[in-house]
């Protein structure tokens, strides 16, 4: 599946917000097409804003960015043609579904990217129909996305944006505050895009699902640029590393007369997000 070829190249990229608040701060790095990378950091360095980056939501203040061989820039996006093509190959699932659901029902809001990228409908059809029975989503078709459990809007999201058919899929934190059946739905849909041959990308901090859903890890460190990349075995099983970059830390329990002391992850929960029970 790996063959080399980066789908994304990245060169001493930096951004800021309002050009005063530091978000990252020269980042170097290729993300190989088939790959699954996890992007790990403690809150507040810079994950997410790496994603709207790639995804062409914001532009970096220096450096640069090549997605499929072009520059990834305001001018390229202006040309209709690269823009359509670059949304159609890069779908992105945000870290709060309710900022991506927006329509009356479910079913509109699945059918909207291919009906807003041109595609025929009887296509669009066929996509719907794929994906309601991947995510089990039959009886929600006609409900409004704010009727629906955390859960059932994390599928819904990620629904939405398979329907496109992208080459790259972006999760920002996909597996937040679910419970633990939904959580493992998930990491399966996302392994069965990677076997497709979709390069995945997820941003989390959620340790106990990045062995499985990423060969190659990046961690960004609270200076806001890449401290590490490497295979995920290598760096998960360096727990001095994690502990350093608040990714798990230490827990002492004293029984008797005894102290033990055992490493904890850091898990949703950690990013002081609500966890909300799945329902779905």
């Known amino acids: 599946m790996n063959n080399e070829k980066p789908v994304f190249e990245l060169e001493e990229v930096s951004y800021s917000y309002l050009g005063r608040f530091p978000a990252l701060c020269g980042i170097t790095t290729q993300i190989i097409q088939g790959e699954k990378l996890a992007i790990i950091g403690s809150n507040g360095t810079g994950k997410s804003t790496l994603l709207s980056l790639l995804d062409g939501l914001i532009f970096p203040d220096s450096g640069?960015?090549?997605?499929?061989?072009?520059?990834?820039?305001?001018?390229?996006?202006?040309?209709?043609?690269?823009?359509?093509?670059?949304?159609?190959?890069?779908?992105?699932?945000?870290?709060?579904?309710d900022v991506q659901l927006f329509c009356p029902t479910v079913k509109e809001d699945i059918i909207f990217g291919p009906l807003h990228l041109g595609f025929p409908r009887e296509e669009v059809k066929k996509r719907l129909e794929k994906v309601v029975e991947v995510f089990d989503?039959?009886?929600?078709?006609?409900?409004?996305?704010?009727?629906?459990?955390?859960?059932?809007?994390?599928?819904?999201?990620?629904?939405?944006?398979?329907?496109?058919?992208?080459?790259?899929?972006?999760?920002?934190?996909?597996?937040?505050?679910?419970?633990?059946?939904t959580v493992r739905h998930i990491v399966d849909i996302i392994l069965q895009e990677n076997e497709s041959g979709r390069t995945i990308i997820t941003a989390t901090h959620d340790m106990h699902i990045v062995g499985e859903i990423a060969d190659c890890i990046c961690c960004l460190g609270k200076e806001r640029r890449i401290v590490r990349c490497g295979a995920a075995e290598e760096l998960l099983a360096d727990r001095v590393f994690l502990e350093q970059n608040n990714l798990i830390h230490m827990h002492a329990h004293r029984h008797k007369d005894k102290t033990h002391i055992h490493p904890h992850e850091h898990l949703d929960h950690h990013a002081n997000e609500k966890i909300i029970p799945d329902q779905a």
Do not use: M, Y
């Open 64 to 97: 640069k960015i090549r997605a499929f061989g072009r520059d990834l820039s305001e001018k390229e996006f202006r040309d209709e043609d690269f823009s359509r093509e670059f949304r159609c190959s890069v779908g992105f699932v945000f870290q709060n579904p």
């Open 137 to 181: 989503l039959g009886d929600l078709l006609e409900r409004s996305p704010h009727q629906l459990s955390i859960g059932e809007k994390r599928k819904v999201s990620i629904a939405s944006v398979l329907t496109i058919e992208p080459q790259v899929l972006l999760l920002d934190e996909p597996t937040a505050g679910l419970d633990p059946l």
